[in-house]
């Protein structure tokens, strides 16, 4: 028999803000990720903890300025990831149909709120929808 599983927006140890599936298949969140690909997970004193994203695992890579983010994607820990959405450099550039956004993420990487929503739309889309498991 299969049931539907719901999706929750709750924190994420580590991550901030973040989602997942009830059953905890999928846990997602929104990431900054930095000129070297690196990707946020969380922040701290004086900065944004960032880690190298690989098939295998996370390496911790250290603590960033957040306002050196190139931009912001959505992230699993199933391995996906979300086209990025580009951080650009003046208003006029601003552009959220095309994943340009203008806006300053501070020290600590903070997520624009309608980037937020928009990349917790794509990793719903990630889903196999509707999302169903074995129960």
Request: proline share 7%; aromatic share 8%; charged share 25%.
């Amino acid at each position: 028999m299969k049931a539907l599983v719901g999706i929750a927006r709750l924190p994420i140890e580590g991550c901030g803000m973040g989602w997942e599936t009830l059953d905890y298949a999928h846990v997602g969140w929104a990431a900054t990720e930095f000129p070297d690909g690196r990707i946020s997970v969380g922040s701290e004193a004086g900065g944004t903890v960032v880690v190298r994203w690989g098939l295998e695992d996370q390496e911790p890579a250290g603590l960033l300025d957040g306002r050196d983010a190139v931009g912001w994607r959505a992230v699993c820990e199933c391995d996906w990831r979300g086209p990025l959405w580009t951080r650009v450099a003046a208003d006029g550039e601003h552009n959220l149909g095309l994943r340009r956004v203008y806006a300053d993420p501070g020290p600590y990487s903070d997520t624009p709120d309608d980037v937020e929503d928009a990349l917790m739309r794509e990793w719903e889309g990630h889903l196999e929808p509707p999302y169903l498991v074995m129960s």
